[in-house]
């Protein structure tokens, strides 16, 4: 064939239309690989300046966009499962709840147990439910007070003030109810020990 003149199925493909089923699977093929090297010569650009990027970034900078990376990962997987129908919400089992938490501390204290160390998440729950016997029954408050002796610092100040500050309102208010004669009498207790 000349170099000017095509054939018709040529002109028939220049044009858009589909070639004839001789030709249908070499023209197919080669329009994939002409896709697969375009998909490649992209994905090495794109890759070029990442590698020039992580070479000029410290340590810390590549942790950043590592965390990154990961957060953006799991949002993908949540995403996935979630439009599967798949998204079970992890139930964690009940553990033992702040009072019996502080409560075993304040027992591990008394009792000088080798591993009893101070926390202060504990100390704080004790000191803020000092006063409320449903918390803080009579045979665990007398251990309190032995604790509260020992009390140092801002802890001990804020205790005091907050004693104080209880006792006047109580001083003001005409109801008598056993629960707020309980809470007068360890309020006084509290302040003796500490003042």
Known sequence: MAKGKRSRSD????????????????????????RSRDQDIEEERMEIPVQQEQEELTAEEKRKIERKL?????????QLLREAGALVEK???PGP???DLALKYLKSWSKKQKDWRFQKTRQTWLLKHMYDRIKISDKHFARLLKYLNGLKGNAREESIQKAEALMKEFETTD?????????IERIRQVLQLLS
């Not at 589909?18 to 329009?31: G, H, I, L, R």
């Not at 990961?70 to 949540?78: D, P, R």
């Not at 109801?175 to 809470?183: G, L, P, R, S, Y």
């Open 11 to 34: 002109t028939q493909d220049s044009q858009g239309e589909e070639p004839t089923s001789e030709m249908q699977p070499d023209v197919a093929k080669a329009k994939r690989k002409k």
């Open 70 to 78: 990961k957060k953006e990962c799991k949002k993908k997987e949540k």
């Open 91 to 93: 139930v964690k089992p």
């Open 97 to 99: 709840s702040a009072s």
């Open 175 to 183: 109801d008598c109810t056993e629960d707020i004669t309980v809470k």
